[in-house]
C-alpha cells in the first residue's frame, strides 16, 4: 500500500519513522552536491557533472524500466532500494537531520529511495540527489537551480496529489518517461500502486508540483541547459 512522505515526516517528529536525505541534499541550502557537505560553492553543478559516467537520461529509464514489477512485502517495505539506502552513510546523515532510527526505512515510503538508487548504480548520485523525503529531495533540485514546470524525459517529477505547486506539499517522486501533450505525462515510479510496486503510470499534469533536473553528463555535449 501507497504511504505518503508527509505521513512519514509527521512520524519523524515522534521519532517513530525515519525518512531520508540525498547525497547531495540540503538541510542548510549549502551542501555540495558531490557529498551533502560544505558549501555548494566548492564545485559547480557542471564541474561535478563533467567527471562523471556520461550517462544520458535514456541510459536512467532503461535502468528505471528494468524494475517494474518489484514489490514491497506485506508490511509495506522490504525492498532491495530500502535495505540499499539503509547501507549508505547518507542514511546516517540523515537521521541526524529527521530522528528515527535505521530499522525504520525498512517500511518506510521508498519512492524516492527508488529514484536515489537508480542514480546511485549508474554512478551519478551527484547531480541526481538522493534522498527518502520528497520535499528535502524537490528542495535539493530548487536550491541547486535545477527545479522547473516543463515534463521532459528523465526529469524526475515530483507529485502533491491536492494539485499544490508549493514544495512542502510534495508527496510522491517517479521519473517523466514522456510528455503526452495532452495534460498527462507517462512516469516510472516506484512505491505506487495498491501493492507498493514499481510501475509505468500516467499521471494528470496537475498534480505535478514541479521537475528536477539532473544534470546528465552524457547530455552535457549536446545542451548546457537546465533539461540536460
Not at 528505471?64 to 546523515?93: D, L, V
Request: aromatic share 10%; proline share 6%.
Amino acid at each position: 500500500m501507497h504511504v505518503f512522505n508527509t505521513w512519514v515526516r509527521a512520524a519523524l517528529a515522534g521519532g517513530a519513522l525515519a525518512s531520508a536525505v540525498l547525497i547531495a541534499a540540503p538541510a542548510a541550502h549549502a551542501d555540495n552536491p558531490a557529498t551533502g557537505k560544505g558549501p555548494a560553492a566548492a564545485q559547480t553543478m557542471p564541474e561535478i557533472a563533467a567527471r562523471l559516467p556520461k550517462i544520458t537520461s535514456t541510459d536512467v529509464l532503461t535502468l528505471a524500466r528494468s524494475q517494474i514489477g518489484i514489490t514491497e512485502n506485506a508490511k509495506g517495505g522490504g525492498t532491495k532500494f530500502q535495505h540499499w539506502y539503509m547501507s549508505t552513510p547518507r542514511a546516517r546523515e540523515t537521521l541526524a537531520r529527521d530522528g528515527g532510527k535505521l530499522a525504520d526505512y525498512l517500511n518506510a515510503p521508498w519512492c524516492d529511495m527508488f529514484v536515489s538508487w537508480v542514480g546511485e548504480q549508474l554512478g551519478i548520485a551527484p547531480v541526481m540527489g538522493s534522498d527518502a523525503y520528497t520535499v528535502k529531495h524537490a528542495q535539493w533540485f530548487a536550491d541547486h537551480g535545477r527545479w522547473g514546470h516543463t515534463p521532459k524525459p528523465g526529469a524526475v517529477v515530483f507529485f502533491a496529489w491536492s494539485g499544490s505547486k508549493d514544495i512542502d506539499d510534495i508527496e510522491h517522486v517517479g521519473f517523466v518517461v514522456k510528455d503526452n501533450g495532452d495534460g498527462t505525462i507517462q512516469t516510472i515510479e516506484g512505491n505506487t500502486g495498491d501493492g507498493g510496486a514499481v510501475e509505468a503510470r500516467t499521471r494528470p499534469t496537475w498534480q505535478v508540483a514541479g521537475y528536477g533536473y539532473p544534470m546528465y553528463p552524457g547530455n552535457l555535449s549536446a545542451s548546457a541547459s537546465a533539461s540536460s
